[in-house]
């Protein structure tokens, strides 16, 4: 399974970003996906996760009611729309993805990683 996650860009504080993360490689097996990400300076952290069937979401406290994680099967992408961002928002974002219905925060549970895509809010 290959990830590539891609959207990342440079937007003033109260803007908005879609992250996008395509997956390819083995199908037929039922991934979660999540979004993580991590700051100068800091470790990784948990953003949102989605299950297979998109059907069950969860998020870290300090992005509920501006983030929104969600996929289309279809063409095998996952999104995390970002709005009303933040300058604390400023990291690189990942996607992962796991098999298994689980919704996970621990990144060590995931497979699959994508390369990261950077977001920097300017205040």
């Known amino acids: 399974v290959q990830l590539q996650a891609s959207g990342g860009g440079l937007v003033q504080a109260g803007g908005s970003l879609r992250l996008s993360c395509a997956r390819s490689?083995?199908?037929?097996?039922?991934?979660?996906m999540g979004w993580f990400r991590q700051a100068p300076g800091k470790g990784r952290e948990f953003v949102a996760v989605?299950?297979?069937?998109?059907?069950?979401?969860y998020y870290t406290d300090s992005v509920k009611g501006r983030f929104t994680i969600s996929r289309d099967n279809a063409k095998n992408t996952v999104y995390l729309q970002m709005n009303s961002l933040k300058p604390e928002d400023t990291a690189v974002y990942y996607c992962?993805?796991?098999?298994?219905?689980?919704?996970?925060?621990?990144?060590?549970?995931?497979?699959?990683w994508g390369q990261g895509t950077q977001v920097t809010v300017s205040s």
């Open positions: 490689g083995r199908t037929g097996s039922n991934y979660g």
């Open positions: 989605i299950n297979w069937s998109g059907t069950n979401t």
């Open positions: 992962a993805a796991r098999s298994g219905s689980y919704l996970s925060t621990w990144g060590s549970e995931y497979d699959y």
